[in-house]
Nanobody, 129 residues
Framework: QVQLVESGGGLVQPGGSLRLSCVVSGLSLDLYAIGWFRQAPGKKREGVSCISSSDSITYYPDSVKGRFAISKDNAKNTVYLQMNSLAPEDPAVYYC??????????????????????WGKGTLVTVSS
């Protein structure tokens, strides 16, 4: 059974930083890509980053490019999302996700979200002064 558990969310001032973690069990980061998504109230879900099993593919939309960075520790089966220069448009619930039957979701990210069958419960990020 695949499980993903996010942590690291919280309240931060504009311009501040947070590092989110996604602990994965049931599949190996040596073989599977992981995506990060966010959803704010009343808004569509947005894919914010993806990292392939080989680290050769990472994805960032223009909205976070240069501010967010994805990384992973295969030994800990954990994926990280470092978020810097947090802005008023960043508050949302942040989720990590994987497709248990398709390791290469970064190849067509974020459209591959519909193929992802394993999702964490999310961690809330709030940006406020």
């Amino acid at each position: 059974q695949v499980q993903l558990v996010e942590s690291g969310g919280g309240l931060v001032q504009p311009g501040g930083s947070l590092r989110l973690s996604c602990v994965v069990s049931g599949l190996s980061l040596d073989l599977y890509a992981i995506g990060w998504f966010r959803q704010a109230p009343g808004k569509k879900r947005e894919g914010v980053s993806c990292i392939s099993s080989s680290d050769s593919i990472t994805y960032y939309p223009d909205s976070v490019k240069g501010r967010f960075a994805i990384s992973k520790d295969n030994a800990k089966n954990t994926v990280y999302l470092q978020m810097n220069s947090l802005a008023p448009e960043d508050p949302a619930v942040y989720y990590c996700a994987a497709a248990s039957s398709w390791p290469h979701v970064c190849d067509s990210f974020p459209g591959s979200a519909n193929s992802m069958d394993s999702w964490g419960k999310g961690t809330l990020v709030t940006v406020s002064s």
